[in-house]
């Protein structure tokens, strides 16, 4: 197990154990066991027995489940600091997901039966968890409301700047995300096929807005993704095709109409 000082400092970010004391995230920390999982192998699979849930420490880990019909959708991506597979461990139920690991990745872990004991004694992590579970219920509703109702661009936005909150250093306007993320990976967020992504993309490169390799992505201007998550940027171009019909119109009118004499 790592340092105990320096997993205390990791406790005391995580939001399922704010409002504790230093002394009881060292307990916390003392229950724990650290688990390193190679790029691309998972942390656990979607359907088999949960026992165990995490805190990352560091590197990146996918959460992604198979769909009835058989695709594969990326829900999202989780970083140091964050929680993965509470609700399943703690309940003894079937992951509903699984946790791959993105790049060479350490996390502290406990077993189910531990938390459990470890929130009768610290009531508080009980209450965070009712928290934690709130969030994440709240931003499944956004996220579902963003695929019912926005158009494909405005998602790829979104999920853009998602990851660079999660995972983004910033250099004036540019943020580049820290973690492979492929086009397929943006499609599999948004709802949408990894054709129509890299159709949006290059063509957002192409107008200096992004910035894309091989599963690396970097926003150049993130202001103007900004203003397409909230609103579709009107290019010159079409601004000056919305604004034709109204000319055309007035042109129409002056000459049906009499000349003044």
């Not at 409002?19 to 691309?40: I, K, M, T």
């Not at 600091?81 to 079937?94: D, K, S, Y």
Request: net charge positive.
């Amino acid at each position: 197990m790592p340092e105990l000082s320096e997993a205390v400092r990791l406790l005391q970010q995580v939001r399922l154990f704010q409002g504790l004391q230093p002394r009881d995230l060292a307990e916390v920390a003392r229950a724990a066991r650290s688990v390193e999982v190679a790029r691309g192998s998972f942390f656990f699979r979607q359907g088999i027995r949960a026992q165990v849930f995490y805190v990352l420490q560091r590197g990146r880990v996918k959460l992604t489940q198979v769909a009835p019909e058989g695709h594969q959708i990326l829900l999202r991506f989780i970083g140091p600091g964050q929680i993965f597979g509470p609700t399943a461990a703690l309940e003894g139920r079937l992951y509903p997901v699984s946790a791959q690991a993105a790049c060479s990745c350490q996390a502290l872990a406990w077993e189910g039966k531990t938390m459990i004991r470890l929130m009768e004694s610290y009531p508080r992590i009980a209450l965070n968890a009712l928290d934690e579970l709130s969030a994440n219920i709240e931003e499944l509703r956004e996220r579902y409301r963003q695929l019912a109702t926005e158009r494909v661009e405005r998602r790829v936005a979104h999920a853009l700047l998602r990851l660079a909150e999660q995972a983004g250093w910033k250099k004036e306007e540019a943020v580049a995300i820290d973690m492979p993320v492929s086009r397929r990976d943006l499609a599999e967020m948004t709802g949408t096929t990894l054709y129509t992504v890299s159709r949006i993309l290059s063509r957002w490169q192409r107008t200096g807005l992004v910035d894309t390799g091989r599963q690396r992505v970097a926003i150049l201007r993130a202001q103007c993704v900004r203003a397409i998550a909230g609103e579709l940027l009107q290019t010159p171009a079409s601004s000056a095709a919305s604004n034709r019909p109204a000319r055309t119109s007035r042109s129409r009118g002056s000459a049906s109409s009499p000349r003044p004499r």
